[in-house]
């Protein structure tokens, strides 16, 4: 009796596991749902000698109010073509049907997410006795809040971070780094288009917007003053599925970047985490394959350490690293001879996070004597260490520092890395 009782009560569990997986997996990769915007025509347009297909665009939907809005945008639109259309064919009289000019427009919408209604506007236009239509596609992303629809300029004045919080939506976040957003119709035919990088200074043009090289550099390139007082930091032993993350949107809160040397045992299978930490302007650097103490290996051994975990990078980002950390801050002659190609980072504030453990002990170690050109040495693999950076970052930054890479360091203390090849901070 107790046996039957124990099978059914497995099977059970079985059953129920598989039923939440599947609940799972519907969610996570199931399109998302769209919901259609319910389009009214109010009224058909006759013209006397033209041929005009039009109608006046009505939105009605209990997810939105701000209808009358992006009624009276689209509609403001059209009515304008429609002039246009007119003058360019006034000359027309009384003609055969099949020479007459036509005017058609079609309206297709799409709630992107609760804050957005993308609209793109199709004008088909044909002049007298012409055979083809000129087509032309007008797109609009309405931000309901504001009541705008979104441009550049829009999105790059004084408060665009929390804008594009509303803007961004995972769904629509692809692998590319851009944000597209679509139209019911066409998945291809993007309305508007935003490189991100998310973070500060991450939302950068779209490539099909109209702005010039200059200008982009202007707004979106990351600058190191050398003038500035600035630090590195590097966090060692990950990357970690989660933690790394963690630091990620922390250093981007600041405009801060860092070093993540990390382990190739652990860049398989975290391969996400590494293309986010190099995508979002964070510098790769190598600890080896298995965090050995490279001083114990052969030359051989020190080489295939280093050249599979390049290559497991390599593969994930298209990046090769030129720094290489050594466990432990371990090397002699011979390591320095087999890395001859790389850069060795050390480090110069130890916050022994790994020991501590505890961000009441760590934070003080970090920022008690800290300098311009220091680099701190922190571990991303522990969990505690993530409110620890975040209230090391948020001193720096407080205090007026620049957070850099290692190579941004080295460059912009005019350090040649020819002749130089181990680093312990950028005023050895
Ligand atoms: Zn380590």
């Known amino acids: 009796m107790k046996g039957i009782f124990k099978i059914i009560l497995s099977l059970v569990i079985i059953a129920l596991l598989i039923i939440i997986g599947a609940l799972i997996w519907t969610n996570y990769f199931a399109e998302p749902e769209m919901p259609n915007l319910k389009q009214e025509m109010v009224e058909y347009k006759k013209i006397n000698n033209y041929e005009e297909e039009t109608e006046s665009y009505l939105i009605k939907s209990s997810k939105i109010d701000a209808d009358d809005f992006i009624n009276l945008s689209v509609n403001s639109f059209v009515d304008e073509k429609i002039v246009e259309f007119k003058k360019d064919n006034s000359s027309q009289s009384k003609i055969l049907p099949r020479d007459k000019a036509v005017f ?29 239509y000129d087509t032309q596609i007008q797109t609009y992303n309405f931000y309901l809040k504001d009541k705008v629809n979104i441009s550049l300029d829009y999105l790059f004045n004084a408060g665009y971070k929390e804008k594009i919080k509303d803007i961004y939506t995972d769904k629509y976040l692809l692998k590319n780094n851009s944000i597209e957003f679509y139209n019911n119709t066409q998945k291809n035919n993007c309305t508007y288009n935003i490189l991100k990088e998310y973070g500060k200074n991450k939302i ?3 490539k099909n917007y ?52 990390m382990l190739g045992q652990n860049v398989v299978n975290n391969e996400g985490v590494v293309k986010d930490v190099y995508s979002r302007g964070n510098e790769i650097g190598i600890h080896t394959w298995s965090h050995p103490q490279l001083t114990n290996l052969s030359e051989s051994s020190i080489k295939s350490q280093i050249e599979q975990t390049s290559d497991a990078i390599y593969n994930v980002t298209g990046y090769r690293p030129t720094l290489v950390r050594p466990p432990y801050g371990s090397f002699n002659k011979v390591v320095k001879d087999t890395l001859k190609d790389y850069s060795l980072i050390l480090w110069n504030i130890d916050s022994l996070d790994w020991k501590s453990r505890d961000e009441n002990q760590i934070v003080p170690l970090v920022m008690n004597d800290i300098q311009d050109g220091d680099i701190i040495l922190l571990h991303d693999i522990h969990s505690t260490t993530v409110p620890a950076v975040d209230k090391i970052v948020s001193e720096l930054d407080k205090q007026g520092y620049q957070m850099v890479t290692v190579s941004e360091l080295i460059e912009a203390k005019g350090y040649n890395r020819e002749t130089t090849q181990v680093f312990y901070s950028g005023r050895q």
């Open 104 to 132: 058609k427009n079609v309206i297709d919408t799409f709630i992107v997410n609760e804050n957005i209604v993308s609209v793109k506007v199709t004008i088909m236009q044909k002049g007298i006795e012409k055979e083809n």
């Open 210 to 261: 109209d702005i010039s090289q200059e200008e982009y550099d202007k707004l979106f390139s990351r600058v190191v003053d050398p003038s500035r007082k600035m630090v590195a930091i590097t966090l060692d032993d990950g990357p970690h599925g989660s933690n790394t993350q963690k630091i990620l949107d922390i250093l981007d809160a600041h405009s801060a970047r860092a070093t993540f040397f």
């Open 204 to 206: 950068i043009t779209a």
